[in-house]
Nanobody, 124 residues
Framework: QVQLVESGGGLVQAGGSLRLSCAASGRTFSSYAMGWFRQALGKEREFVAHIRRSSDSTYYTDSVKGRFTISRDNAKNTVYLQMNSLKPEDTAVYYC?????????????????WGQGTQVTVSS
């Protein structure tokens, strides 16, 4: 079992920055690839970013490339999402998720564990 707790969300003006953190407890954190997803009001949950177990590869949805950076610190059992140049359309609840098996990293069904989410609101 893996427990995930997100933090770092909040209200920010367009063009601003936030850094989300996701702290993991339970089984070995380094055994899991990690992802960030978001869900805006009335919309489906969508993929944002993914990082492999050893941090050797990262993946992003097109709308955040060049603005968001995913990273992880396996010694601290934590994954981060640095979000710069935020836009109102980035407003959503952001979730981190862990997956043990490889596969389609953008498909939320492939993830085994989820955090409770943290709200990010970007004002124009």
């Amino acid at each position: 079992q893996v427990q995930l707790v997100e933090s770092g969300g909040g209200l920010v003006q367009a063009g601003g920055s936030l850094r989300l953190s996701c702290a993991a407890s339970g089984r070995t954190f380094s055994s899991y690839a990690m992802g960030w997803f978001r869900q805006a009001l009335g919309k489906e949950r969508e993929f944002v970013a993914h990082i492999r177990r050893s941090s050797d590869s990262t993946y992003y949805t097109d709308s955040v490339k060049g603005r968001f950076t995913i990273s992880r610190d396996n010694a601290k059992n934590t994954v981060y999402l640095q979000m710069n140049s935020l836009k109102p359309e980035d407003t959503a609840v952001y979730y981190c998720a862990a997956r043990f098996y490889s596969g389609d990293y953008a498909n939320p069904r492939g993830y085994d564990y989820w955090g409770q989410g943290t709200q990010v609101t970007v004002s124009s």
